[in-house]
């Protein structure tokens, strides 16, 4: 996820696979952004939550992993992380309404889900995805661990 000058951009990747394959094997089968750009916090959050359950729901994944921010080395007092974390909650609920197997990881994580480094799996997603997905698709390939 994006977010920059209250323009949020969401990226949703759906791949098809068995538990345990990875980019060799897995086929994308939807990747695309939904966006944001509201000014008012609760309907921003709220536009984006209802996309992404709209798309969860045509997408009927089995396993949803929410790809959360990473620890900024310094932290920023600005409206922009506030409103991705806000957007975070929002899809992480929108989500839930589809499947009850929804988790919610860092980049780090999701590597460690694949046993491989956070930098590892996204060079890895980029053999699957465009570079606007990137984190999203290694966050796919993480649910397929």
Excluded at 89 to 100: E, K, R
Excluded at 106 to 134: M, N, Q, Y
Aim: glycine letters at 8%.
């Amino acid at each position: 996820m994006r977010v920059s000058k209250w323009k949020s951009i969401v990226s949703l990747v759906l791949l098809e696979g068995d538990s345990g394959d990875d980019e060799s094997t897995a086929r994308v089968i939807e990747e695309f952004p939904v966006t944001g750009d509201d000014t008012e916090w609760a309907a921003h959050v709220g536009n984006v939550a209802t996309a992404v359950r709209g798309h969860a729901k045509s997408m009927k994944p089995d396993v949803v992993i929410v790809r959360r921010a990473d620890q900024a080395p310094q932290g920023r007092n600005s409206d922009g992380p506030k409103l991705r974390l806000m957007i975070e909650g929002g899809i992480v609920t929108a989500c839930l309404d589809v499947t009850s197997d929804v988790r919610v990881y860092t980049g780090k994580e999701c590597g460690k889900a694949r046993d491989v480094s956070k930098d590892d799996l996204d060079t890895r997603s980029a053999t699957l995805v465009a570079k606007a997905h990137l984190e999203a698709g290694a966050a796919a390939l993480a649910a397929m661990a």
